[in-house]
């Protein structure tokens, strides 16, 4: 079911729609126009890992033959719920078709932190398990920990239907072939605000910084989505050669508006707990969280916009942690999901930008107007006019420099 079964307002429907095409590599799935959409979102990948004098990784027993479960650690409202019986839908099914027992938590409340806590388990000698078959990270991190040789390589000749992953992702660069790693979802980043509580139409971030507004204002805690759209609202180009005085300018914005009150707080995924109580009523936000927003509070006044200056896009990966003992599970589990039928209906719920082939076609089956979607499916041209970009690659002293500088930022 589609979450826009809850909403009253049928226009309010299509602007959902139009909210979640943030993906740029979804509409690929759909026809004309999609190959640059994807193609954009495979060039904001982080660089290639670096090759060569590694040893070999040496994978734990697989116990899958004899233990059917596999566990999955994702974000938070990332598939398929049913409220009233209380379960993930496409998950049952495929725990009815596969005999595999699924386990899902809404473990991920931004990528520096998840990985934080279970890092030092993944590197010890020997690794300890830390109960999670699947994990689902952003392209960036996804970089990272490939390079450092915490997730297992994936069987593809196991996973036929990733074959139908859109062609553009098939070679990303920071996982050339996709050895390691499947995504899961793009989306974009951009402004939520509830038009009722406002009072007014936002167009640009300059807006949420009006007095009005002072203590109501939450960003992301991920850099590259609330730094990204200030340096775009500060006319950089961050797919582009950007210098660290502009990312510094940026981060001196966030610093300054936390200074004079504007921002309440800097959260990972749980700045919807605040949208939901209302102490915060706008912010830098991920396009499908506005859509479970005005589900889960029965609030169609929120609105999610890409700011006038541009909004930032990014894909979340499956990956395997090394320390998994179910790996052929966690494949079953992944090339599942990769069922157009499948995929749809995850996107129906989800609202994020999908990455399979013929998912746009089962859509009509579920929502037409959510086929049409430029922001479930969106279009190169679309992409073009709202200023989407991918921040782009880092290398690794900036990666280092700015992860610390934004830190400080933060507060941690």
């Not at 979102?41 to 670096?50: G, Q």
């Not at 069987?155 to 899961?184: C, H």
Request: hydrophobic content about 40%.
């Amino acid at each position: 079911m589609s979450r826009f079964d809850k909403q009253p307002d049928p226009a309010m429907r299509q602007l959902a729609s139009l909210a979640r095409s943030s993906m740029s590599r979804r509409q690929l799935l759909g026809g004309a126009g999609a190959g640059l959409a994807a193609l954009g979102l495979a060039a904001c990948a982080p660089p290639a890992p670096p090759s060569g004098g590694k040893a070999a990784v040496k994978l734990p027993v697989d116990k899958s033959a004899t233990e059917k479960t596999v566990a999955w650690a994702n974000w938070t409202a990332y598939l398929d719920y049913d409220e009233e019986a209380k379960n993930y839908p496409t998950l049952e099914q495929f725990i009815k078709s596969s005999g595999i027992t699924a386990s899902y938590t809404e473990d991920i409340d931004d990528n520096d932190s998840y990985i934080s806590k279970v890092k030092p388990q993944l590197q010890a000698t020997p690794p300890q398990d830390i109960n999670r078959d699947i994990i689902t990270l952003t392209d960036w991190m996804a970089n990272r920990v490939i390079r450092d040789q915490l997730v297992q390589p994936l069987d593809i000749i196991r996973m036929p239907n990733v074959a139908r992953m859109l062609e553009p992702l098939k070679d990303v660069s920071f996982d050339p072939g996709r050895q390691y790693s499947i995504t899961w979802q793009s989306g974009f980043a951009g402004i939520g605000y509830d038009k009722s509580k406002v009072g007014r139409e936002i167009k640009s971030i300059a807006d949420l910084w009006a007095p009005d507004l002072k203590g109501k204002v939450t960003v992301l805690s991920e850099f590259r989505d609330t730094i990204g759209l200030i340096m775009q609202s500060q006319g950089v180009d961050i797919s582009g050669d950007f210098t660290k005085d502009q990312v510094t300018k940026a981060m001196d914005e966030i610093t300054k508006r936390v200074a004079d009150g504007s921002i309440r707080r800097i959260k990972g995924n749980s700045y919807m707990e605040d949208l939901k109580s209302g102490n915060a009523i706008a912010g830098i936000v991920w396009s499908g969280d506005m859509y479970i927003l005005r589900a889960e509070t029965e609030n169609e006044n929120w609105e999610f916009i890409i700011p006038d200056s541009g909004g930032t896009l990014w894909s979340d990966n499956m990956m395997i942690p090394i320390t998994s003992t179910h790996r052929k599970n966690a494949m079953a589990l992944m090339n599942y999901y990769y069922q157009p039928d499948v995929a749809a209906q995850v996107a129906a719920f989800v609202n994020y930008v999908c990455p399979v082939q013929g998912a746009q076609e089962e859509m009509v089956k579920i929502d037409p107007k959510l086929a049409e979607s430029p922001l479930i499916f969106p279009t190169e041209q679309w992409i073009k006019e709202k200023k989407i970009q991918g921040f782009r690659a880092l290398e690794p002293q900036e990666d280092a420099d700015y992860s610390a500088m934004w830190a400080k930022v933060v507060g941690n």
